[in-house]
């Protein structure tokens, strides 16, 4: 009959509901398509949260003593825990990645003991490695603001992550073309498992200028601080706790998709414009107490319900205002999921670091089975599927996370290190 839905593969199959079933297949395939459009905006959601846990991270430092030759007095310094290029590669890149790997992963399990692999996985990887090349790259050019001049400082390390991702698709090439040929083997997973550790000790090796594994290149400036201190500007507005009279600074600690800031965590009174008043020393006290852990957990819920920033609230526009109301009302529900998450100041990070990878992971999860109902409803190839929508959409946290990098940070190590070695 002209007009009536084409038969389709998957008959029965449903995500949720049986009732999906009634609908027709061009109803159900857009249902569903805006379903991974939503998650696609979650997982942008989660990457900021995880950048600033990973900000958190890099800030941990330990004390370490020394004695100095001339004095023979004992000298104490602060000394960071996180080497700087390795946190590039260990938790940046490999965080932002996550999405990918935690798809293909699932996609490996559920194709155990079959023929071939599932197509979600490989077409995934190897979209996001085209979307990488050149959204991504495109992004980091143009965020550094006008008359900026942001450029790698280490190119010896630079040079030895783009020679490992060369490395990656040459191994690759060896083990299905020419070892085991259209097999993977156990022995060959693992070995290239290894040889991710390689690649951590030879950027370690390159970033400490060892000897004979090292590329004699001088490394320009580069910060201490993975990402630098910011000094926000005064806000009044946002700080209900203490008195408008009282000079107050303000740390922005949420950060939203678009990497804008919302209302803040907590205040902080300056401690010069405060001695000798004991009316000022109390709101102090009473600030202090107030930026505990467990009032920032507090405060994440009370953010997930926010709707309008003193940002929007100043702006000219009334549509844009309405547009950005609109859209913070959309993701009540994936802003109220992330405040479960729990605050970055506890245990340097790392606990909130850990709860963004594994929600991320259910994300990915719920991903995988969006693709498959959109895969069916459609007849598309689950391959194509993944090559296009779902490398776009699983690589939209390495765009965010390079976009802050590229802005924030003094170099721009991170930010093209995320972009070289993810793909």
Known sequence: MAGADPPSA????????????????????TLYTVALAYCFIG?????????????????????????DPHTNMPVVKQEKVWNYTIADIALLAFGTSFPQISLATIDAIRNLGQ??????????????????????????????????????SDLGVWLVELFWSFWAY?????????WT??????????LTVL????????VYAQDKRWPYVSIPFVRSYRPEDWVPEENASVDYDNCDEISDTLPI?????????????????????????????????????????????????????????????????????????????????????????????PPYHIAHGWIAFICSLVLISGIAYGVTKLTDQISCVTGIS???????????????????????????QVTADSAIANITLIR
């Open 10 to 29: 998957c008959d029965g199959a449903y995500l949720l509901f049986h009732g999906e079933t009634l609908l027709s297949n061009g109803v159900r395939a």
């Open 43 to 67: 997982l942008s959601a989660i990457t900021a949260r995880f950048f600033k846990s990973m900000e958190q991270i890099m800030k941990h430092s330990r004390e370490v003593v020394s004695v």
């Open 115 to 152: 023929l071939t692999a599932g197509g979600l996985g490989p077409g995934t990887l190897v979209g996001s490695a085209a979307f990488d090349m050149f959204p991504i790259h495109a992004v980091c050019v143009v965020m550094p603001r006008a008359g900026s001049k942001k450029k790698i």
């Open 170 to 178: 040459i191994w690759l090439y060896f083990i299905l073309e020419v």
């Open 181 to 190: 040929p259209g097999v993977i083997t156990l022995w060959e997973a693992l």
């Open 195 to 202: 040889q991710y550790g390689l690649l951590l000790l030879h």
């Open 249 to 341: 600074s303000v740390d922005k600690d949420i950060l939203d998709i678009y990497g804008s800031y919302h209302n803040a965590e907590y205040c902080k009174v300056p401690e010069k414009d405060m001695e000798g008043s004991s009316t000022m020393n109390d709101a102090v006290k009473n600030t202090q107490e107030d930026t505990s852990w467990l009032f920032i957990w507090w405060r994440q819920f009370l953010s997930a319900f926010n709707l309008e920033s003193p940002e929007s609230r100043k702006m000219d526009s009334i549509y844009l205002r309405i547009t950005r109301i609109f859209f913070n009302l959309l993701i009540v529900p994936w802003k109220l999921l992330f405040a479960f998450v």
């Open 382 to 408: 689950s391959y194509v599927i993944a090559f296009t929508a779902l490398a776009a959409g699983t690589s939209w946290p390495d765009l965010v996370a390079s976009k802050i990098a590229a802005e924030r």
